[in-house]
């Protein structure tokens, strides 16, 4: 008897951890599971988390373009449905030859650097605070609902973010899908490709103020216990001055990539991957800035970009 009890046992077992991990839930409260897009999954109250963001902006109309975007942010749940959270942000160019000119100018480049030679720079770009608020739950309603608010302060670029955050769980929270939409006010000290006559020590009157607004849409599918893969899109849209209007835009381009997640019981990691798949421009001045059917100069780069998030949960 016991020859045939034991390979029941082990079997059963085997069945009852299969059917476990098959239901595992995707990871920790509060995690990233999209590079790009946001969700209403926050930290419980009490619970906080610390997350490492690592994006390269890759690539742009030659040569070599890297302009490496860090963020090392600190999250706490104040309550199961309000979030705070604060980061700091700092970067690395490194560019040659990148612009449609075939010299070095654009997108982060300092306006008094040489074009003719290459471009190796890192700096602090500022601080910025972001409160999250979970109006509706996607685990207890059809849909979830967050609010989403970013004051930044830095040296270049100061703004004020808004994000509307919807959430829908499909198959038992195996697949979610997300929706963000986006408007931030921006005053930004120009690059050289702007105007090479710009001080570094211009007043805030001399900044360029423009207005960003954006529609990214995302899916991820819990694949195996703690694996998530998915989907995002990105609109992005640009105006001169705080206006919406048709008449101000600039550009509006578009980004297109996959994503990989990881979910432990105390930290996670996402990888994700955009791809500038199409843009539009309206001014003249950004028409020039066009090759390959992408958009360049001080804008955007063709992987727009590539980036890592690690995550650890404290208890």
């Given at each position: 008897?016991?020859?045939?009890?034991?390979?029941?046992?082990?079997?059963v077992?085997?069945?009852?951890?299969?059917?476990?991990?098959?239901?595992?839930?995707?990871?920790?409260?509060?995690?990233?599971?999209f590079?790009?897009?946001?969700t209403?999954?926050?930290?419980?109250?009490?619970?906080?988390?610390?997350?490492?963001?690592?994006?390269?902006?890759?690539?742009?109309?030659?040569?070599?373009?890297?302009?490496?975007?860090?963020?090392?942010?600190?999250?706490?749940?104040?309550?199961?449905?309000?979030?705070?959270?604060?980061?700091?942000?700092?970067?690395?160019?490194?560019?040659?030859?990148?612009?449609?000119?075939?010299?070095?100018?654009?997108?982060?480049?300092?306006?008094?650097?040489?074009?003719?030679?290459?471009?190796?720079?890192?700096?602090?770009?500022?601080?910025?605070?972001?409160?999250?608020?979970?109006?509706?739950?996607?685990?207890?309603?059809?849909?979830?609902?967050?609010?989403?608010?970013?004051?930044?302060?830095?040296?270049?670029?100061?703004g004020?973010?808004?994000?509307?955050?919807?959430?829908?769980?499909?198959?038992?929270?195996?697949?979610?899908?997300?929706?963000?939409?986006?408007?931030?006010?921006?005053?930004?000290?120009?690059?050289?490709?702007?105007?090479p006559?710009?001080?570094?020590?211009?007043?805030?009157?001399?900044?360029?103020?423009?207005?960003?607004?954006?529609?990214?849409?995302?899916?991820?599918?819990?694949?195996?216990?703690?694996?998530?893969?998915?989907?995002?899109?990105?609109?992005?849209?640009?105006?001169?001055?705080?206006?919406?209007?048709?008449?101000?835009?600039?550009?509006?381009a578009?980004?297109?990539?996959?994503?990989?997640?990881?979910?432990?019981?105390?930290?996670?990691?996402?990888?994700?991957?955009?791809r500038?798949?199409?843009?539009?421009?309206?001014?003249?001045?950004?028409?020039?800035?066009m090759?390959?059917?992408?958009?360049?100069?001080?804008?955007?780069?063709?992987?727009?970009?590539?980036?890592?998030?690690?995550?650890?949960?404290?208890?």
């Amino acid at each position: 008897m016991r020859l045939y009890r034991t390979p029941l046992r082990t079997g059963v077992l085997a069945v009852c951890v299969a059917v476990s991990l098959a239901h595992a839930p995707a990871g920790t409260a509060g995690e990233a599971v999209f590079g790009y897009i946001y969700t209403t999954d926050l930290l419980p109250k009490g619970k906080s988390e610390w997350e490492q963001w690592i994006t390269d902006r890759r690539g742009q109309a030659y040569s070599r373009f890297d302009d490496f975007k860090l963020r090392t942010e600190y999250e706490y749940g104040i309550t199961d449905n309000l979030q705070l959270g604060g980061y700091l942000n700092y970067s690395y160019l490194w560019a040659r030859g990148n612009s449609v000119r075939h010299v070095t100018e654009g997108l982060d480049v300092p306006w008094n650097h040489d074009a003719g030679q290459s471009y190796r720079g890192a700096r602090f770009d500022g601080v910025s605070a972001e409160l999250v608020w979970r109006v509706l739950s996607p685990f207890k309603h059809p849909i979830g609902l967050a609010f989403y608010l970013e004051p930044a302060f830095g040296s270049r670029e100061r703004g004020l973010e808004f994000r509307t955050i919807v959430q829908k769980n499909l198959l038992d929270d195996r697949l979610v899908l997300a929706a963000n939409l986006m408007v931030e006010a921006e005053k930004e000290r120009g690059s050289n490709l702007v105007d090479p006559g710009m001080p570094d020590d211009m007043p805030d009157s001399s900044r360029h103020k423009a207005t960003y607004a954006e529609i990214d849409l995302g899916a991820s599918y819990r694949f195996a216990s703690h694996w998530s893969a998915g989907l995002e899109l990105r609109n992005h849209n640009e105006f001169d001055g705080y206006s919406l209007a048709h008449s101000h835009q600039n550009h509006s381009a578009f980004f297109l990539g996959p994503n990989l997640h990881y979910g432990g019981k105390r930290w996670f990691f996402t990888l994700s991957a955009l791809r500038q798949v199409h843009a539009t421009t309206y001014t003249r001045q950004q028409a020039d800035q066009m090759h390959s059917g992408m958009l360049f100069g001080d804008e955007h780069t063709q992987w727009d970009g590539l980036r890592l998030k690690v995550g650890y949960s404290f208890e």
